[in-house]
């Protein structure tokens, strides 16, 4: 079944370090992915979307690409700020439903 | 921007009882609304979709008896966890997804910590 896979955390980053989470899909045909962003005690908010191959994805300083030839949606970010510290989701939704499927989360930790 | 409210935020309430939560699309109508449930330091888990006028569809091993879903309008879903015990004990966050297709993102709500003592 389609499925949604991110690289284990937590990541801990110092103040301005890049960042990349790592994530991979296996789904048939072409779901449309997101990165959702959970902060302490919150509920989710919808950090970035792309509904087709090799769409960018971007908001507040991330970005994400949409890779079929990988299977990949990698969210970047140049500089991260203590203030991006929160838990990070990557998804997938296919047709199937509308069903929203999650990785497990990656916590990022940013130290000034 | 599409708002979801969910309420209460926090709930406690003592075994044996039951609790009601009601989800919320504030500035959109919603015929589909989802239900997760996560534990700590874990991803969430969909527990059941919930569509307006008709029955839940519950995932596999979520008992229905016990989480009792009603949609009766576009815009309020309501989860009742019926008969709590300290299992139950869990932070749960209601889902809409805008009119626009199955592929439309989905906005939470700010999720409701329960817990049972």
């Known amino acids: 079944g389609d499925s949604v896979t991110q690289m284990e955390g937590p990541v801990t980053l110092s103040e301005e370090a890049f960042l990349t989470i790592n994530c991979t899909y296996t789904a048939t045909g072409y779901p449309s992915l997101f990165w959702y962003v959970q902060y302490p005690g919150e509920g989710l908010q919808l950090l970035l979307k792309a509904t087709k191959a090799d769409d960018k994805g971007s908001n507040k300083g991330f970005e994400a690409t949409y890779r079929k030839e990988t299977t990949s949606f990698h969210l970047e970010k140049g500089s991260v700020q203590v203030s991006d510290s929160a838990v990070y989701f990557c998804?997938?939704?296919?047709?199937?439903?509308?069903?929203?499927?999650f990785g497990q989360g990656t916590e990022l930790s940013v130290k000034p | 921007g599409a708002v979801v409210s969910q309420h209460p935020s926090r709930v406690i309430c003592k075994s044996g009882t039951s609790v009601k939560i009601e989800c919320r699309s504030l500035d959109f109508q919603a015929t589909t609304m989802f239900w997760y449930r996560q534990f700590p330091k874990q991803s969430l888990m969909l527990m059941a979709t919930s569509n307006e006028g008709s029955k839940a569809t519950y995932e596999q091993g979520v008992e229905k008896d016990k989480f009792l879903i009603n949609h009766a309008s576009l815009t309020l879903s309501t989860l009742t966890v019926t008969s709590a015990h300290p299992e139950d004990s869990s932070f749960y966050i209601c889902s809409a997804r805008v009119v626009g297709g199955s592929n439309s993102p989905l906005h939470f709500g700010n999720g409701t910590r329960l817990t049972v003592t």
């Open positions: 998804a997938l939704i296919y047709n199937q439903g509308g069903k929203l499927i």
